[in-house]
T-cell receptor, first 113, second 110 residues
Framework: DAGVIQSPRHEVTEMGQEVTLRCKPI?????LFWYRQTMMRGLELLIY????????DSGMPEDRFSAKMPNASFSTLKIQPSEPRDSAVYFC???????????FGAGTRLSVL | SQQGEEDPQALSIQEGENATMNCSYK?????LQWYRQNSGRGLVHLIL?????REKHSGRLRVTLDTSKKSSSLLITASRAADTASYFC??????????FGSGTRLLVRP
C-alpha cells in the first residue's frame, strides 16, 4: 500500500488566494483526519470524517476553512481566502477504526505571503 | 490545552546511549500511543499501550504506563543517529480524537 498520499507537498500563495489541499487515505480505512502543525500551537485536529461524513469540525479555525470527502478515497481541505497566519504544515491521516493507529501523510507545507 | 505534555522538550545524547522521554496527561485514557516525526515528514506510529498494561516492548523501544500518576515513558535503548526525530505521545481524548503532546526533540550525535 502506498500509504496516505497528500498533494501538493509545498504550496506558496499570496494572501487572499484560494488554497486546496488534497488527500488520498489508505484503502479500506474509514476514518480520516486533517491536522495543522505549527511551532506555536503544535499539532491540532481540524476535522474528522467517519465513513465520508464529517463528525467533528470543531477544530476548523473559521469559516474560511472547509473540508469535503466526496468518497472513501479522496478528501480536500480548502482555505478561501487564505491569510499569512494560515501558514503551517497540514497533515492528513487515516485509520481503520476510531481508536486505532493513525497513518499520516507526508504533509503539505503551506506558505501564505 | 493539550492532553499530553512531553518532557524534556529537547534531548541531546551520544550514539549508543539510552534516551528516555516522559509524557504526562490529565484525564482518564483507554490507550496511549507514541509517534515519531522525522524532520519534514509525517508522524509515524511507534507503539500503543492500553490502560490495563504497564509495560510494552517493541525492538529497542520500551514504553511504560502509570495510570495512577497519569504518565508514560518511552525508552529508546542503544540509540542511533537515525533515531534523531521528534517524539510525541498521544492520548485518546474521546472515542476518536487523539490529543497530541508538544513533543520531545531528540538529537543523537554520531
Amino acid at each position: 500500500d502506498a500509504g496516505v498520499i497528500q498533494s501538493p507537498r509545498h504550496e506558496v500563495t499570496e494572501m487572499g488566494q484560494e488554497v486546496t489541499l488534497r488527500c488520498k487515505p489508505i484503502s479500506g480505512h474509514n476514518s480520516l483526519f486533517w491536522y495543522r502543525q505549527t511551532m506555536m500551537r503544535g499539532l491540532e485536529l481540524l476535522i474528522y470524517f467517519n465513513n465520508n461524513v464529517p463528525i467533528d469540525d470543531s477544530g476548523m479555525p473559521e469559516d474560511r476553512f472547509s473540508a469535503k470527502m466526496p468518497n472513501a478515497s479522496f478528501s480536500t481541505l480548502k482555505i478561501q481566502p487564505s491569510e499569512p497566519r494560515d501558514s503551517a504544515v497540514y497533515f492528513c491521516a487515516s485509520s481503520s477504526g476510531a481508536e486505532d493507529i493513525q497513518y499520516f501523510g507526508a504533509g503539505t507545507r503551506l506558505s501564505v505571503l | 490545552s493539550q492532553q499530553g505534555e512531553e518532557d524534556p522538550q529537547a534531548l541531546s545524547i551520544q550514539e549508543g546511549e539510552n534516551a528516555t522521554m516522559n509524557c504526562s496527561y490529565k484525564t482518564s485514557i483507554n490507550n496511549l500511543q507514541w509517534y515519531r516525526q522525522n524532520s519534514g515528514r509525517g508522524l509515524v506510529h511507534l507503539i500503543l499501550i492500553r490502560s490495563n498494561e504497564r509495560e510494552k516492548h517493541s525492538g529497542r523501544l520500551r514504553v511504560t504506563l502509570d495510570t495512577s500518576k497519569k504518565s508514560s515513558s518511552l525508552l529508546i535503548t542503544a540509540s542511533r543517529a537515525a533515531d534523531t526525530a521528534s517524539y510525541f505521545c498521544a492520548t485518546d481524548g474521546s472515542s476518536y480524537k487523539l490529543i497530541f503532546g508538544s513533543g520531545t526533540r531528540l538529537l543523537v550525535r554520531p
